[in-house]
């Protein structure tokens, strides 16, 4: 189960076969739909480059929990010229 699916109290989908961490994060985010995925990624905010090369870029949000700011990576993989996220 991703981050998000606990995160958020979503109910996951049941998968049979292991996958990856792309797949997982695709398949969860088709489960929860196109509006929970938006009040997902509206509660993210904006995302700030940390690095971006020709076929894999960092980004990183903040948040504070508790009074202390944490800081998150979202990885992201282009492929064939698409840009996935890849770890969220």
Not at 2 to 20: A, E, F, M, N, R
Not at 26 to 48: C, E, K, S
Not at 63 to 70: E, H, K, P
Request: proline content about 8%; overall charge negative.
């Amino acid at each position: 189960m991703s981050k998000i699916v606990q995160k958020h109290g979503l109910t996951p989908v049941p998968w049979v076969d292991p996958c990856t961490s792309a797949q997982d994060y695709q398949h969860d985010f088709f489960a929860i739909g196109l509006p929970g995925l938006l009040t997902v990624m509206n509660a993210v905010g904006p995302l700030t480059p940390a690095y971006i090369y020709s076929d894999t870029a960092q980004y990183y949000f903040v948040q504070t929990v508790q009074g202390v700011n944490i800081t998150f990576p979202v990885d992201f993989d282009r492929e064939y010229g698409v840009w996935k996220i890849s770890e969220f």
